[in-house]
C-alpha cells in the first residue's frame, strides 16, 4: 500500500512540475520578446474568439457481455453483440479564446471541447410462425380428441442495452508565428506548447433474455388406470444475463501543436480563402477506472404432463421450472495509473473577411489505451475522435 501511495505522490509531482514548466516558459518567452510588430500586425484583432461544432466519429471499443448461455442461441437470430455497441457519432460542441497582445509575436489561446452521446437499444426478435401455430395438445383411446392450444412458450431472443458516454477536452497553450506557410509565401504558421486536460466517461447497462429451444415432446399417460393419453408437453429454457459497467479516464500532460494558414485566393481587405491546416501530440498521465458487474442464470421447465392433465394433477400440468445454472460473481473494482499517447491533427478551408472568419474541415484525435474496457480483467481500449467541423470566429480590438 506504501508504495502505491508513493507512487500516486509522484504522479502528482510530475503533473504540477509539467504545469509549471510550461507556464515559466510563456512567461519567459512573452518576456524575452522585443520584435516590433509591422503596421499590418497592428492592425489585427488581438483577441479572437471561436465557437464551433463537430460530428464525431465515436471508437469507444470496450469487451462484449457474453454470457455461456448465448451458444444456445438460435442460428435465426441476430447476435446479441450486434445491439451492445455504443453509439457511433456524438455532437460536440466547442469554444476558443485566443490573445495576441501588440508588439509581441506570442500568442495565448485556451480551447474547450465537449460532447455526450447515449443510445439505447430494445430488440426482440421471435418466430412469428411459431408463435400463431396451434397444436393438438393429445389423443385419447379408445375415443379421439384433438384440441388445439397455443403453446405456452415460444422461441425469442431480447436485447436491451443501454450505453451512454461524456467526454471533456481542454487545451491552455503559448506559441509564437514561425511565419513560414504551407508553400512559403503568404501564410503563417505557429508552433504552440501547453497543457492538455482530457476526462472520458462511459456506462454501459445490458439485459439479456432467451428462450432459446422450446419444443413439444410426446409423452404417453395413463389416465385413471383406464386407458393412454398421447400427451404433448411443452419443455422450453428460459435464461436471462445482465451486466453493468462503469468507466472512466482523467489525465493531464504536456502538449505541443504546430498549426498554419496559406491564402490562396482574395486579399485579407476584401476576404480571403486560405486552407487551414495542424498537427497536434500530447502526453496524458492520470488513472483509469473501471466497475463491472454480471449475472447469468439459466433454468429448464421439462413440460410436465402437457395442459389440460393439469385440470388433474395440479402442478405436474404445467411442469418444473429448476435452475440449470446460475453464475453471479462479485463486482469487479481496478484503478490504475497510466500514460496516454494523444496525436491528432485537422485540415479543412476557411474564409476570412477583416475581423470575421468562417471555417469547416475535418478534425481527429486518438487516444491509445485510455479506457479499461474488460469485464473480468483489465484490458485496455483506445479512445478515438473524428469527423467534420464548422466553426465561426469574431475579431475583436
Given at each position: ?30 518576456v524575452?520578446?522585443?520584435s516590433v510588430?509591422s ?7 488581438a483577441?479572437?474568439?471561436e465557437?464551433?461544432?463537430?460530428l ?33 457519432y ?21 480551447t ?24 393438438s ?14 403453446p405456452?412458450a ?6 436491451d ?10 487545451d ?14 503568404r ?60 468507466r ?66 395440479g ?27 494523444n496525436v491528432?491533427?485537422f485540415a ?39 469527423g ?10
Amino acid at each position: 500500500m506504501s508504495e502505491l501511495n508513493s507512487k500516486n505522490a509522484n504522479y502528482g509531482i510530475m503533473q504540477k512540475q509539467l504545469l509549471a514548466n510550461v507556464s515559466a516558459i510563456a512567461l519567459i518567452g512573452y518576456v524575452a520578446s522585443g520584435s516590433v510588430a509591422s503596421a499590418s500586425d497592428r492592425d489585427r484583432p488581438a483577441v479572437w474568439i471561436e465557437l464551433g461544432s463537430e460530428l464525431s466519429r465515436l471508437n469507444d471499443g470496450f469487451g462484449p457481455f457474453v454470457p455461456a448461455f448465448t451458444s444456445m442461441r438460435s442460428s435465426d437470430f441476430s447476435s446479441s453483440q450486434k445491439f451492445e455497441k455504443p453509439s457511433l457519432y456524438s455532437l460536440d460542441g466547442y469554444g476558443k479564446i485566443y490573445f495576441r497582445p501588440d508588439d509581441s509575436g506570442f500568442a495565448f489561446s485556451a480551447t474547450i471541447r465537449y460532447g455526450r452521446s447515449s443510445v439505447r437499444r430494445r430488440v426482440r426478435e421471435q418466430n412469428p410462425f411459431e408463435a400463431a401455430q396451434s397444436y393438438s395438445l393429445y389423443t385419447s383411446r379408445p375415443s379421439s380428441y384433438r384440441p388445439l392450444r397455443q403453446p405456452r412458450a415460444a422461441r425469442f431472443a431480447e436485447t436491451d442495452a443501454d450505453n451512454s458516454e461524456q467526454h471533456l477536452v481542454v487545451d491552455f497553450q503559448a506559441g509564437r508565428d514561425v511565419g513560414l506557410g504551407l508553400f512559403g509565401k503568404r501564410g503563417s504558421s505557429a508552433v504552440s506548447l501547453g497543457v492538455r486536460f482530457a476526462q472520458f466517461t462511459d456506462k454501459s447497462n445490458i439485459a439479456l433474455k432467451s428462450d432459446p429451444d422450446w419444443r413439444f415432446q410426446p409423452k404417453t399417460v395413463l389416465f385413471y388406470g383406464l386407458y393412454n393419453l398421447h400427451v404433448l408437453p411443452q419443455a422450453y429454457h428460459s435464461n436471462a444475463g445482465d451486466f453493468h459497467a462503469t468507466r472512466s479516464f482523467s489525465g493531464i500532460g504536456p502538449s505541443v501543436s504546430w498549426n498554419g494558414s496559406e491564402p490562396i485566393s482574395g486579399e485579407a481587405q476584401e476576404g480571403e480563402l486560405n486552407i487551414d491546416w495542424g498537427v497536434n501530440a500530447a502526453v496524458l498521465f492520470g488513472r483509469q477506472k473501471s466497475r463491472t458487474q454480471h449475472m447469468e442464470t439459466v433454468r429448464y421447465n421439462d413440460g410436465g404432463n402437457g395442459y389440460l392433465l393439469n385440470l388433474f394433477y395440479g402442478h405436474a400440468g404445467w411442469g418444473t421450472m429448476t435452475t440449470v445454472y446460475r453464475h453471479t460473481p462479485p463486482a469487479k473494482t481496478r484503478s490504475h495509473s497510466v500514460v496516454v499517447p494523444n496525436v491528432g491533427g485537422f485540415a479543412g478551408l476557411s474564409f476570412k473577411y477583416d475581423a470575421a472568419k468562417v471555417s469547416f474541415g475535418y478534425r481527429a484525435d486518438f487516444f491509445f489505451g485510455a479506457m479499461d474496457g474488460g469485464i473480468d480483467t483489465s484490458k485496455s481500449y483506445g479512445r478515438n475522435f473524428y469527423g467534420p467541423y464548422a466553426s465561426i470566429s469574431i475579431g475583436l480590438p
